[in-house]
């Protein structure tokens, strides 16, 4: 059964701390995306990767950080340099660009800030 | 400044009736719009995309327009269920801007038997 899945689905972070979510898929979809949601806001892009080893910011990445070192595996650390952390990440996947395909997201990761 | 607004951010509509949800865009050049709908505490799940040069797409019990002259898309279900009250989000994408895709904030629809 192809799909995205994210792990852990509920993250506590203390501050000062990094943490890393996963994300892996078995689509075999090349491009690979972080979003992040907030309440009353829409979805923000993180970071996005569309081959192996290369990745580009989007609107909102300071004080995260990714890799790219599988095609399957597109990691997301949220450093103690993000000021804000605490909201629901979502990570995503498709074939290529929008303009021909839907993306596919995973369940998401609840992280909170204690 | 740049801005997706869907309509209300809560629309209740009763059982059978059509929904029809908006979406308007400001200061975007859209290649394609996409429509998600996002369950509570899940990731959304991609309906349909239509294109610039488009005016329609179906899928099904849903319908969606795409009108760059009014800056607008709107998404519609016919024949609505309980089954269909969920959060819908729009997505836009340009022609610059290689992968990003823009989301608007969601209007939850509330189907009443």
């Known amino acids: 059964d192809g799909g995205i899945t994210q792990s852990p689905k509920y993250l506590f972070r203390k501050e000062g701390q990094n943490v890393t979510l996963s994300c892996e898929q078995n689509?075999?979809?090349?491009?690979m995306y972080w979003y992040r949601q907030d309440p009353g806001q829409g979805l923000r892009l993180i970071y996005y990767?569309?081959?192996?080893?290369?990745?580009q910011k989007g609107d909102i990445a300071e004080g995260y950080s990714v890799s790219r070192e599988k095609k399957e595996s597109f990691p997301l650390t949220v450093t103690s340099a993000q000021k804000n952390p605490t909201a629901f990440y979502l990570c995503?996947?498709?074939?290529?660009?929008?303009?021909?395909?839907?993306?596919?997201f995973g369940s998401g990761t609840r992280l909170t800030v204690v | 400044s740049q801005k997706i607004e869907q309509n209300s951010e809560a629309l209740n509509i009763q059982e059978g009736k059509t929904a029809t949800l908006t979406c308007n865009y400001t200061?975007?050049?859209?290649?394609?719009l996409q429509w998600y709908r996002q369950d509570p505490g899940r990731g959304p799940v991609f309906l349909l995309l239509?294109?610039?040069?488009?005016k329609e797409k179906r899928k099904e019990r849903l319908k969606v327009t795409f009108d760059t002259t009014l800056k607008q898309s709107l998404f519609h279900i016919t024949a609505s269920q309980p089954a269909d009250s969920a959060t819908y989000l729009c997505?836009?994408?340009?022609?610059?801007?290689?992968?990003?895709?823009?989301f608007g904030t969601g209007t939850r629809l509330t189907v009443i038997p």
């Open positions: 995503a996947s498709s074939m290529q660009d929008g303009f021909n395909y839907g993306y596919t």
């Open positions: 689509l075999n979809h090349d491009a």
């Open positions: 990767s569309q081959i192996v080893n290369d990745f």
């Open positions: 200061n975007y050049s859209p290649a394609y």
């Open positions: 239509i294109r610039e040069n488009e």
């Open positions: 997505a836009l994408g340009e022609w610059t801007g290689a992968n990003n895709l823009f």
